[in-house]
């Protein structure tokens, strides 16, 4: 289990660490699931007074201090280890129960969310090899058909597309020379789906056709694992990250790049004498280092901004080149950081936050169980609203999140197997 064995001893040991400032915040706590993150700041000249009022305001619930989410429930897998991926299906049809997926072990399960708060296991997959680790899912549509696919890969390195609907016919894509840490399809394109890998390099795969259309990496490509990628709301560039603490961003509207997925979907590779021409790409538009300091294990687009996250209890929301800019030039090395939310116990790599569909609502799990909830769509968006979800049987890191469609239902997965439920609460 590549994560699971490398972080074991990282976990153990924060997990013993407790310093005595951490254990009287969770006295002043309520028992709510929410409770908003605030600063308080002294410059030494307060009275004795003044100190036993802020004292005693703690044990107080700040206004405004609702929580978004409530617990609704929770379950647990079998198999008793790590989950390290999850993902809601948002291309379900009107009226359908919301459905998700999980990954870890040698399973690729998915669940449904009922509307009394229950979560119910619909279908599970298990890889015949027991080596196996799935690290990462991603759900799309079939154009012709109209019903669901599912993609998982992960430590073997081998890219798995399920029918979900017909329970038969999954594909197998093997192409990457190590563990794949990410899958996601294409936003405009269903059939295409990108896998990021410890090869350095990313591969991107046409589905109905069965071909490798790009490799991204080499020359100035990534020097280590590739975490994470994200492509934009258009799906005319991608930007990715890894542990070589570096962010590349790729452009797909390039007239090579476009040849290449139209020839994708003609290619005959049963008549042609060749194998299809996969195009290489060895150069990013734009490269930095200057965000993170170490390993960069997710990435995520928020219209013409990025926000990544590094293992230093921080997300950076920043843009690449000037901010004045529209168009990122060729070859930019600049970077302009807009803001930074701050978090606390969350050191491990492979933690991965999500963004609701309309992107009001951004949430990070951290090692200790505990989910961060950060307002996005506010009048004040350099210093979002943050609340924090907590339950007192979740308490080993949380992997990953995810929003239905909606927003009104969010899923963490952790460490222990187990799927965590929050149900929005209306105001």
Known sequence: ?????????????????ASDDEDDEDLHETSSIGSTCTDNTSNGSESQINRKKRRRSKKKVPKGAKPIYKFAGYVKEDHGQALFGCMFNHDLRSGELPTFATVGSNRVTIYQCQEDGE??????????????????????H????????LAA??????????????????????GHGHAINEVKFHPKEPYLVMSASKDHSLRLWNTKTDICIAVFGGVEGHRDEVLSFDFDILGTRFMSCGMDHSLKLWRLDTDTMKNAIRNSYTFNEAKSLS??????????????????????DCVRWMGDFVLSKSCENTIVCWKPGKLDDVEVKHNETAATVITTLEFKESEIWFVRFSLDYWQK???????????????????????PRCSTLFHPKC?????????????????CVCDDGTVWRWDKINN
């Not at 990282?10 to 013993?16: I, L, M, P």
């Not at 194998?275 to 960069?296: A, G, K, L």
């Not at 308490?395 to 995810?402: L, M």
């Open 395 to 411: 308490t080993t890191a949380i992997r990953q999140t995810s929003f239905s469609r909606s927003g009104n239902i969010l899923i």
């Open 361 to 383: 609502y951004l949430a990070l799990g951290n090692q200790t169980g505990r989910t961060y909830i950060w307002e996005l769509d506010t009048d004040d968006p350099v210093n």
């Open 119 to 140: 979560i119910t296991l619909k279908q599970c997959y298990a890889d015949p090899d027991t080596e196996e680790v799935f690290y990462t899912c991603a759900w799309s």
């Open 153 to 174: 890969a992960g430590l073997r390195g081998v890219l798995r597309v399920f029918n979900t609907a017909s329970l038969k016919g999954h594909k197998c894509f093997i």
């Open 1 to 17: 289990m590549k994560l699971a064995m490398k972080e074991e001893a990282v976990n153990n040991q924060h997990a013993g660490e």
């Open 275 to 296: 194998r299809f021409p996969s195009e290489n790409e060895h150069f990013p538009v734009f490269s930095t280092r200057d965000i993170h300091r170490n390993y960069v």
């Open 142 to 149: 079939d154009v012709e058909t109209d019903r669901p696919t």
